[in-house]
């Protein structure tokens, strides 16, 4: 992967903008980008659980080894940075929906809640067709749900429902429960628990790890 950045980078700055080679190396180097940060946060995390498992068994001695996202967060940036490159220079081309997507996640892992935020509202608006339409109305859902403006939540929860082969729909329904709860409609909040748990049974099969905790804290609340 670092060989295949290193020799991209390049590239794409000597290609012409009218080069039809040139965007598709862009989305390239964006999804190698993303990759590279997302390894590099897994290896920030693994060596602090290491430094603060070595601190806590030798005695607790010296300082409390802290957790560093300085390099994860700097490849972060370079996803933003080119992500913004590709909206601007190539703004009706191919795939301009999941470099969007992309853009926003990435502010999202960087806490710049409100610039993801409008950047899942583009994609929505603009790319009502994308298949990534669900996981922005999710990702609105949290951004209101954390404001704790609950009817706006409420709302983009509500949006995900209308995926139901989608993923993150159970998740949704689960969250869009406690909009309910929070808003004092405590019959509409059970019923969305309810529906968690009948959408994890009818598909036992593929309920496996965080579906079947999801399915177990919906079953805590409706007491099923």
């Known amino acids: 992967m670092d060989n295949e950045l290193r020799a991209m980078e390049p590239l794409v700055s000597k290609l012409p903008k009218k080069s ?21 946060f897994f290896n920030e995390t693994r060596q602090y659980d290491q430094s603060w498992k070595q ?34 220079e190539y703004p009706e081309k191919r795939g301009i929906d999941e470099v969007t ?5 990435a502010f999202d892992q960087l806490g710049q809640n409100k610039e993801a ?4 509202s583009r994609l929505v608006q ?12 999710y990702a609105l859902g949290e951004f209101y749900f954390a404001k704790l403006d609950f009817a706006k ?9 209308r995926f139901t082969r989608a993923n993150i729909r159970p998740y949704a329904e689960f969250k869009a429960g406690w909009c309910y709860y929070n808003l004092q409609k405590y019959e509409e909040a059970l019923g969305k628990w309810k529906l ?29």
């Open 20 to 40: 039809e080679q040139r965007p598709e190396i862009m989305r390239r180097l964006i999804e190698n980008l993303h990759q590279k940060a997302t390894l590099t």
């Open 55 to 88: 601190w806590d068994e030798g005695g607790r001695k010296g300082p409390e080894p802290k957790f560093s996202m300085n390099v994860s967060k700097m490849w972060t940036s370079k996803v933003i940075q080119r992500c913004q490159q590709f909206i601007t």
């Open 101 to 105: 997507f992309q853009l926003a996640y």
């Open 117 to 120: 935020a409008q950047y899942y």
């Open 126 to 137: 603009k790319f009502p067709n994308s298949k990534r339409v669900a996981d922005s109305h």
């Open 153 to 161: 939540a409420l709302t983009s929860f509500s949006e995900v429902a």
């Open 196 to 224: 968690v748990v009948s959408l994890a049974n009818a598909n036992e099969a593929a309920a496996k790890g965080t579906k079947l905790r999801l399915k177990d804290e919906a079953g805590i609340v409706t007491g099923k």
